[in-house]
């Protein structure tokens, strides 16, 4: 394979790098400081700047201006954490090359296969070269995909210096899956007015409104009493666990929802007659909404234990990240430059809404506007997630044209 940015993608998806949502430490996972190693080697064995891992796992790295002028100082970032909410551990990827638009066996031996029945975007990648998962593991394009397409575009540039560009600032991150990516992330260090996250997905995405999003973990105390001898006493915290579930519309849930629909959602259960603890997820675009979805959830428990006259359900919540929105609509230029490179590449923009959220939302709250930009990868999360080759190389062409862009609109 004589692809450099397919070997990198490779390279770095066989890393396992999973973040753990229940560590304290940052990174979260000690494998995780693997990868940043690698990431600062190979931005050095490239020729940037400044390439350093600071005491949290990230990774910064400049590229210095080729103009005379002033341009603002620009960044692009990416997380190289994958999930923990599927095995990321032995990735062996597969790659399809002139896809055939048919159906792609993963893996017979668990009869999964990735068919455009069920995926029917898969169509539109009719002749291309596809890389998926071998049915065992996540592939790990969110955001490897993100981190490669950045590598190969910085080593373009520094090859081309007939490529006009300002200072470009980089960055990759650890823990973006557990929601805390940008919590420890120097942004007065990294010095940009702005930034790109690439980790999008379909190409053409471009994103700059997200949920505001808060968890809520419930613990339900029960009394556990001998079921023979159990009226008027026992009180099953499974049975109050599935009253509060019912409490909230059926219909506002993560597959029952789209667009700009809010929803609730339960990740977890877990429990005996004894106690019962939930994770749920709150999400709403607006933020007045919000408030009352998260005023509904506390008042669901209040209900609840004023009816056994005690604390029988205990939430204890936490907002997580809000709608970056409001903090991109003043800054507006930013969108319109990726927006005009996009068109320049022939590709179409997708401007809409992130039903999720990125790095780039605390981003934008700590001082540095930073929408998101596709990687290419779609599936997220699971066996059958896969990205497009072609795909990633026009998001790695897309980061050229910005910078490019960028310079020419302070050139006069």
Not at 2 to 20: A, E, G, P
Not at 61 to 86: K, M, R
Not at 198 to 209: A, H, N, R, T
Not at 307 to 328: L, P, T
Request: glycine share 8%; proline share 5%; with cysteine.
């Amino acid at each position: 394979m004589k692809d450099q940015l397919l070997n990198r993608f490779l390279k770095y998806v066989k890393i396992d790098s999973q973040s753990d949502p229940e560590s304290d430490t940052t990174p979260s996972t000690e494998k995780q400081w693997k990868i940043a190693r690698i990431l600062k080697n190979d931005l050095e064995e490239i020729g940037m700047q400044d390439v350093e891992i600071d005491q949290y796992g990230y990774v910064y790295a400049t590229l210095p201006s080729n103009v005379n002028y002033e341009v603002p100082v620009i960044g692009f970032i990416a997380h190289y954490d994958t999930t923990p909410d599927y095995n990321g551990t032995g990735v062996n990827p597969q790659i399809h090359e002139n896809y055939d638009g048919g159906e792609i066996v993963l893996n017979r031996e668990k009869n999964l296969v990735l068919s455009p029945e069920y995926f029917p975007e898969l169509k539109k990648f009719k002749g291309q070269t596809l890389i998926t998962t071998d049915g065992n593991t996540l592939l790990g394009a969110d955001d490897k995909a993100g981190v490669t397409e950045i590598m190969e575009a910085l080593k373009y540039l520094i090859k081309h210096p007939e490529v006009k560009h300002g200072k470009i600032r980089v960055a990759f991150n650890p823990d973006e899956e557990i929601g805390r990516g940008a919590h420890k992330f120097d942004v007065e260090k990294f010095g940009a007015e702005w930034a790109y996250t690439m980790d999008g997905s379909d190409v053409g995405e471009l994103e700059y409104e997200n949920f505001n999003a808060a968890g809520a973990k419930v613990i339900i105390e029960g009394k556990s009493v001998h079921p023979g001898y159990a009226k008027n006493k026992m009180i099953n915290s499974i049975l109050i666990a599935n009253e509060f579930m019912s409490a909230f519309p059926g219909d506002e849930v993560p597959e029952r929802t789209e667009g700009y629909e809010g929803f609730y959602h339960i990740l977890s259960i877990n429990g005996v007659t004894e106690r019962t603890e939930m994770y749920y997820i709150i999400r709403d675009f607006d933020k007045e909404n919000f408030e009352k979805r998260k005023a509904f959830f506390l008042q669901v428990a209040d209900n609840i234990n004023k009816r056994f006259g005690h604390e029988v359900v205990k939430v204890e919540m936490q907002d997580q990240y809000y709608n970056m929105r409001e903090k991109i609509e003043p800054n507006m230029h930013i969108i319109d430059i990726a927006e005009q490179s996009m068109k320049e590449l022939g590709i179409r923009p997708k401007i809409k809404p992130i039903r999720g959220g990125t790095d780039g939302a605390q981003l934008s709250f700590k001082g540095l506007p930073c929408p998101n930009i596709f990687a290419g990868g779609l599936n997220f999360h699971g066996p059958y997630e896969y990205v497009s080759l072609e795909s990633m190389h026009l998001a790695k062409d897309l980061i050229v044209k910005i910078a490019e862009n960028t310079a020419k609109k302070y050139s006069s």
